[in-house]
């Protein structure tokens, strides 16, 4: 179908809550605790590694209402807060409560009151003596030391992907080029901190969060408190936004667990300091990627050694360490492939999710390294690419699901285009002091689960009602990226009915079917095509059930009923089959995709580094992505705006770092360096619209892809900039004085 002739879908339809958010009216968790609610405040170790001996809860119960809960009164159950479904057998090393503390931030004990002043006041009262440990900080010597740290003596886990000949690959290579990546550990700075009510009601408890997966908080609640998952409701709450950090649980177990012992509903909020200190962060990882050519540069093969640290528990960091391999046959064509990742567990703020699930550090990784291959051989880098990326519908040699319409090429080709790269690839000097230069990288990302160990399916149901209005009862997480206006907008382009006439429903696992929740960017790709094909059923029976009525044929045609030339009014239509006929108008669809096509993204950056200071100021930026089609064009673009920002501050600025007794030297946002608005460029977007089969309307994905090539491109700009090789991120001030300094050696 030609775009100009949608109705919705393209259209920048203004998300259904954008003006409560703007007028400050829009309720999050922490607005609207429930009555009788106990505020709960979490006692956190101040030590990265330390055995409680003695703790002290006297002086605080003395207070007048407060309920305390030690890691003495707490199940011993393991869990890993990563799991989402039964069966998928993610190593458990957490507890609701510790009395060995394994990190700055681990969890001791839950006080609670019917303040969060007094809770926070009592909390303070609490006395603890600990044994303090040897703290285990740095990744690559964490797996001599795992025994200190937990008991259980694992000293990592280790994963591989293999594929091809690759001793033949590199015997008869014309050049073998390596590189040593390090990409830092982050935090998610969402403006909202984490929250979580959990309300004993009867038999059920009900736990409200705003989460990504509502099925995985309730399955890791079910394992601690041995429930069964029908008594369990979790309600996907209003959220303020994640990047990833609240889809692995963190405190709904222990919220859960405290209301069910008390049979009181408790209540707990965080502050900036405890989310950063406690919650999850983006895994650092250290690289080695080594590259077989031949004379042409033609890639003939590919090794990897990663060391991840996951932080003091395991969490999810596997999962996202084998996603980082899985992605690295999907950009170039490598016809021969090691990957090999061993992640290890050290006493710092755990590691998880985070926005791109592993794509950014490996594409950051692979795209500085080949681009330092390109300078050191004399290969121009754009060729290079060009020579090497993948084309449209090949295969991944990994196992992995076809690319699907790949548009990498074309991503590229334009943008080199638009962005002037052969005219501007030269570095410039003005005045002996600042460096002009560009820089651009490649990536790639998925669209769902579809051909990997973890299933992927949604169901939705749609009902028309007798107004001509309509719902779609699904369970989608609304993260703040306008998922449930872009849902609205495909239903109403099937139906014909008026978006503002449409109400999408988030997660609830009591009332709303079962989805396997806002990850693997599957949301527009599998979410999406079942709002489609949930909306094209009811339709269907909306036309067979009125002409059964009629007693004539009755068609669909632009949004309405046709029936001999006549159009019939949908409300009206409605309203007589339900009562003439005893029939509503509502469809269940269950859709299982059989496709997980790439999405693909290249991204142009110019920036200005300053020999003196230090300072990088990114001056242009150019992102072109291949999406398929836009839903939403509104939405696509405010996705690349947040992704680019998360991106530089990676580049450039963000990190938590850690001292040799594992105290965080990061605690707050004055320490913790955001790329802010005036240090923003303003970004040059190209999207690639070309239908993508088995996607909604030909979308795919573009919230998590966004941000995976920006720190290379700002990277490989800076690097061209001085002609260093800098390949320890965040590019601090101090790292690049002492690259400029070194410049001419």
Known sequence: MDKRSYKYIGRNVTRFDAVDKVRGRFPYLADEP???????????????????????????????GVEILTYLDAPNARYNGSEWFPGQDDYPDETVLTGHARHVGDRIALVMADTEEKA????????????????????????????MLHEDGVKSFDGSICYGDLEKAFS???????????????????????????????????VRTPCQITFGVQYSIAQVLDMPLSKIRVIKANMGGTFGGKQEVVFEVLCAWAANRLKRPVFINTTREETILSTRTRAAVKGKVETALDADGTILGRSFELIVDAGAYLTGTKKVMMAMGKKASRLYRIPALSYKGSVVRTSTTPAGACRGYGSPQIHTITEIHTDLMCRRLGFDPVQFRLKNLLGEFEEDPSGGANIGKARVIECLSRGAAAFGWEENKAPKVSGGRFFTATGFACCTHGNGYYKTKYHDFSNMSLRLLEDGSAILRASIHELGSGATTALAQIVGEVTGIDVSKITVTEADTQFTSYDSGCQASRVIYVCGECARLVSEAAVKMLTQEASKLLDRPVRFYEGGLVCEGKKLDLGAAVREIMEKRRVSIEVNFEHRPE?????????????????LTGLVKVNRYLAIHDIGQAINESFVR?????????????????????????????????????????DMPDPEIILIEDNEPGGPFGAKSIGEISTVPVSAAIVNAVNRALGSSLTDLPLTPAKVVEAARNMGE
Do not use: C, W
Not at 648 to 677: C, Q, T, W
């Open 34 to 64: 429930f009555p009788n609610a106990l505020f709960g405040a979490v006692l956190f170790s101040p030590h990265a590694n330390a055995v409680v001996k003695k703790i002290d809860v006297s002086e605080a119960s003395r207070i007048e």
């Open 120 to 147: 926070r006041k009592a909390r303070d009262l609490v006395r603890v003596e600990y044994e303090i440990l040897p703290a285990v900080t740095l990744p690559e010597t964490a797996a001599d030391m795992a025994g």
């Open 172 to 206: 008869s290579a014309a050049y073998i080029e390596s590189d040593t990546v390090t990409t830092p550990k982050i935090h998610h700075a969402a403006m909202e901190t984490h929250s979580v009510l959990a309300i004993p009601r009867g038999d059920v408890l009900e």
């Open 595 to 611: 496709s997980n096509p790439a999405s693909f993204g290249v991204h142009f950056a110019e920036v200005t580094v300053d020999k």
């Open 638 to 678: 405010g996705q690349i705006y947040g992704g680019i920002q998360m991106g530089i501050g990676m580049a450039l600025s963000e990190e938590l770092p850690f001292d040799s007794m594992g105290i965080p030297r990061v605690r707050n946002f004055d320490k913790y360096h955001l790329v802010n608005a005036p």
